[in-house]
């Protein structure tokens, strides 16, 4: 029996539940196994409830069988669409006779989901404002107007999102930016570049759908740090080459150069032999590493 609006938007809601409090795989797979038989989509159903935003969330899930499931359902959904979802009468009835969720200006429902498609006809990788024609002077300042359009640049980017839902979520992010900062100062232009920058991130995807889904609520995105913000994949690079990076310093005993510069702080002598080593990002501050020549103690500092 096919589920209505409503029982998807509870899977939904159930389903990010149990991502955020990291709930056994067997439990996102019932909720994926229930979609999977209880949906049939169309292009207003997948806009009103978003359910398409949390299962594409999933694909990237640490467990192999989630991540499959995931990307059959939205396979299986974007197939559906494809073949009929956007038919006369098919929104209506998948939604258990409810009316469209965005009915087109006339006041049909049938005009809406062909217009949005043409808003598809862009390669998600070429999508920006311009390609979506959006109208992004918001806020009454050209300042602040043209840092929305960044927000929404870096948001669109790879995305298959409707431009008015972008939109909603790039004036937040930059009207968090714009709280913090107090005023268009340079602490303000500079987030915004950092953000944009992050978003653009062809190697952290997980980033933009995070913040466009909510996952990352703006005012926490304004304010994460370049590390927080970078993927995991990459966390996880920069800790390994810190790791070799810190070794080979360690061991390389015969670069060290004795300095009175640095005291131990363990028996406070002034005979400590250092080395420098970029152990993490380039554009990070090298790591000094110590080694006190009269009682052995080591420590290292930024």
């Given at each position: 029996?096919?589920?209505?609006a409503?029982?998807?938007?509870l ?21 994926l ?5 209880g949906?049939?989509?169309?292009e207003?159903?997948l806009?009103q409830?978003r359910?398409g935003?949390?299962i ?20 299986k ?10 038919k006369?009468?098919?929104p209506?009835k ?8 965005a ?18 006809d862009?390669?998600?990788?070429k ?5 979506d ?31 008015d ?12 930016a ?28 997980n ?78 501050p090298?790591t000094t ?5 009269n009682?052995g ?6």
């Open positions: 029996m096919a589920m209505d409503k029982e998807i938007e899977r939904g809601k159930a389903i990010a539940k149990a991502m955020q409090e990291s709930e056994p795989s067997s439990s996102l797979l019932k909720l196994g229930d979609l999977k038989t949906v049939h989509a169309t207003d159903l806009r409830t359910i935003v949390t594409n969330r999933l694909r990237t899930h640490k467990d192999p069988a989630v991540q499959r499931l995931a990307s059959e359902l939205v396979s959904w974007r197939d559906e669409v494809k073949k009929g979802g956007v006369k009468g098919t209506s998948v939604a258990n006779g409810s009316a469209s969720p009915p087109a200006p006339s006041g049909t429902a049938s005009p809406a989901p062909a217009q949005q498609k043409k808003k598809h862009v390669a998600p990788d999508r920006n404002h311009k390609t024609k959006v109208k992004y002077q918001v806020t009454g300042q050209e300042a602040r107007d043209n840092c929305v359009r960044l927000m929404y640049d870096g948001l669109a980017f790879m995305s298959e999102a409707l431009p839902e972008i939109l909603a979520v790039a004036k937040q992010v930059e009207a968090a714009f709280t913090n900062a107090k005023s268009v100062n340079d602490e303000y232009k500079n987030k915004i570049r950092s953000l944009f920058q992050n978003l653009k991130n062809k190697s952290n995807p980033l933009r759908e995070d913040v466009f889904s909510g996952k990352i609520a703006p005012k926490r995105f304004v304010t994460m740090s370049h590390d927080e913000m970078k993927s995991d994949a990459r966390k996880a690079e920069d800790e390994k080459l810190e790791k070799e990076n810190m070794n080979q310093a360690m061991v390389a005993q015969v670069e060290k150069s004795i300095s009175k510069d640095f005291v131990c702080g363990k028996c406070k002598q002034r005979k400590v032999a250092y080395s420098q080593a970029q152990t993490r990002s380039a554009d990070e090298m590493f110590c080694e006190c020549m009682c103690n080591r420590w290292k500092f930024s």
